[in-house]
Nanobody
Framework: QVQLVESGGGLVQPGGSLRLSCAAS?????MGWFRQAPGKEREFVAT????????DYADSVRGRFTISRDNAKDTVYLQMTSLKPEDTAVYYC?????????????????WGQGTQVTVSS
């Protein structure tokens, strides 16, 4: 059983930046970030494999968000820049038992409780 705890959310103005962290209670393989806005389905944001060599992003965040990981600390990060109001959502990290990056929520077995990100002036 892997426990995931997100942190780093908050209120930021449009164009601003935030860095989310996800601390895992043990070794993880592929990790992902997802988000869910009010009234919408949970959507894929970014994913990274165990070594960190392979990543993938949703088109809506590509070029603005960067996923990375520090396996020595069992922590995954999501650096978000040039934030837009439409990025407002609860952000969740998730862990999958696969070696390759995956974008579908159903492939992930463990989920954190989420952290709120609000982009507003």
């Amino acid at each position: 059983q892997v426990q995931l705890v997100e942190s780093g959310g908050g209120l930021v103005q449009p164009g601003g930046s935030l860095r989310l962290s996800c601390a895992a209670s043990g070794r993880t393989f592929t990790m992902g970030w997802f988000r869910q806005a009010p009234g919408k389905e949970r959507e894929f944001v970014a994913t990274i494999n165990w070594s960190g060599e392979t990543t993938d992003y949703a088109d809506s965040v590509r070029g603005r968000f960067t996923i990375s990981r520090d396996n020595a600390k069992d922590t995954v990060y999501l650096q978000m820049t040039s934030l837009k109001p439409e990025d407002t959502a609860v952000y969740y990290c998730a862990a999958a038992s696969t070696a390759t990056v995956v974008t579908t929520p159903g492939t992930y077995h463990y989920w954190g409780q989420g952290t709120q990100v609000t982009v507003s002036s």
